[in-house]
């Protein structure tokens, strides 16, 4: 089976070549053949190699070392290895309760119906705002983090749900579900990425 | 390259290239993978293809039938 990347590459490669016959011999449009190679050649080919080359880049865009590449978020891919299971970005990315190869994403995407695009928005500015203007210091998230990213994944997991410490009042639950008590801000769950506290830390040794 | 002498060949010919730098800027941001090289493809990549595109697009509704070139061999 051939994976969507190596087809994209083998249709980019095959249309540069059918796109060169029409740059050196014109005159092949001549024949009824012809106008239809050259329909499919300079029109639908093309369109199809877009599509798909915006559709892998927006996958590119998904990994962590996409995000990573910028030098601003070098301390937040650092953080991914602190050896202290407090850090949640660090603990969540270990023990691979995300997608090590998607950590960023993961956990900063909205699960929304348009929760992609806007996340891709959201990079498009930070694109813009790292080369054509400056980054606040320290980074703060344009808003505040809503629960629901976490309860993609943890609602309905017993050790959510019957979490002792998220059962000692009854009124806990529902308030953390209805996104009225932050699961990070409210104290519980507040070491997340805590760049600045990078240098009295250990890292994981096995990660180096 | 020099490009043909007649106006729907020489538009197909400059459509040609046009596709081949937009994939070719594909290809360019495929591989450098960065935030930077998803601009670049959006932008120059998306501006090529959409040139070529409407080149060969403009030369097939402007073309005249009447216009000289080599009779089509494969009809009778």
Known sequence: MISPTLFLWMLIVLSILLAFIFVVRPSVTTTRGGKILAFVVLFILPVLCAAMGTSQHIENSKQTKFCLSCHIMEPYGKSLLVDDPSYLAAAHYQNHRVPPEQACYTCHTDYTLYGDVHSKLRGLRHVYINYLSKPAQPIRLYSAYNNRECLHCHLGARSFEQGAVHNVDPATLPAIKANQLSCLSSGCHATVHNVEQLNNVKFWKAAQ | ?76
Do not use: C, H
């Open chain 2, 1 to 76: 390259m020099k490009l043909n002498a007649k106006p729907l060949e020489r538009r197909l010919q400059l459509a040609g290239i046009l596709i081949i730098l937009s994939l070719l800027v594909e290809v360019f941001s495929l591989l450098w993978n960065r935030p930077l090289a998803f601009l670049a493809y959006i932008a120059a990549g998306g501006f090529l293809l959409s040139a070529g595109v409407l080149v060969y697009l403009y030369s097939l509704v402007t073309f005249n039938t009447s216009e000289p070139s080599t009779p089509d061999q494969t009809r009778p």
